[in-house]
């Protein structure tokens, strides 16, 4: 089997855009549930419900694959898996190394969906000498000093980083300077990398924050349409008393409403 590290999928140099390369995994995803179900086939409209997009964006993504379906039959589900598959470079061995194993980082060396979509975690790496040679996952964890040695010897180029902030940046200069091109990053941190350098960054807090943002604004919304709902039973009432949350004031929380300013949010 081919290694990531000396064959890289061809998707930017078929001019692919990034916006559909980002949706191919969702399209993967839908169809290996309809392969495992032995659905031979799938219409566009079928497939884009199931992957939560429209049918049109579905097609038009299809066709940078130079796959258009049969019209009345729809998609060859076994073959399209094939073919996302093949784009996204996951009929490749790609070794991947995890720096930073502690709650975060040992959950994702535990995460079956790795192996599950050619992905092999090759060394498990942290800074603290107590944690070398401990098992995780079935794998004993190796001390940074080893770092370059490891990836050299593995043919790595995907590193995630799931240390904490203050180390990511120096991690990432070191699996880059090692020959690592790739970066998934866990830390709650922004990382300076050279041009051909990738990093996709992965930041749970900041996806929650999002969300309490969203959920105040149906609060108010809630609120408002309370608020009118009363006015218009035995003339007009005064506005619904807006209760601020725990450490706000009710000016704080005023201008977070609907029409007002975007609430600052708490830092990551």
């Avoid at 990531?4 to 995994?25: D, M, Q």
């Avoid at 040992?106 to 040679?133: E, W």
């Avoid at 240390?163 to 690592?180: C, D, H, M, N, Y």
């Amino acid at each position: 089997m081919a290694t990531g590290r000396t064959h890289r999928p061809a998707t930017r140099s078929r001019g692919i855009p990034e916006a559909t390369v980002a949706r191919l995994p969702l399209y993967l995803r839908a169809l290996t549930a309809l392969s495992e179900r032995s659905v031979p086939t799938v219409s566009s409209e079928e497939l884009a419900a199931a992957a939560g997009v429209n049918s049109a964006k579905l097609r038009k993504d299809f066709s940078y694959l130079g796959s258009y379906g049969t019209r009345g039959v729809g998609y060859d589900v076994e073959y399209l898996v094939y073919q996302i598959s093949r784009e996204l470079g996951l009929t490749q061995d790609w070794p991947v190394v995890i720096v930073g194993i502690g709650n975060l980082g040992a959950a994702l060396a535990n995460y079956g969906g790795f192996s599950a979509r050619g992905f092999r975690v090759a060394a498990l790496i942290d800074a603290d000498p107590a944690m070398a040679g401990k098992p995780v996952a079935g794998m004993s964890v190796q001390h940074t000093d080893d770092l370059e040695k490891i990836i050299e010897e593995n043919g790595v180029s995907i590193g995630v980083i799931a240390t904490p902030a203050g180390a990511a940046q120096q991690v990432s200069e070191r699996l880059i300077a090692a020959g690592v091109t790739s970066i998934l990053n866990f830390a709650p941190t922004v990382l300076s990398v050279p041009e051909g350098v990738d990093v996709r960054k992965v930041d749970l807090s900041i996806e929650l924050q999002i969300l309490a943002f969203h959920e105040q604004r149906k609060a108010g919304e809630e609120a408002a349409a309370a608020a009118a709902g009363g006015s218009s039973v035995g003339g007009a009432a005064p506005a619904a008393a807006v209760v601020p949350p725990a450490g706000r004031s009710a000016a704080e929380t005023r201008k977070g409403g609907p029409e007002g300013d975007v609430p600052a949010v708490m830092p990551a």
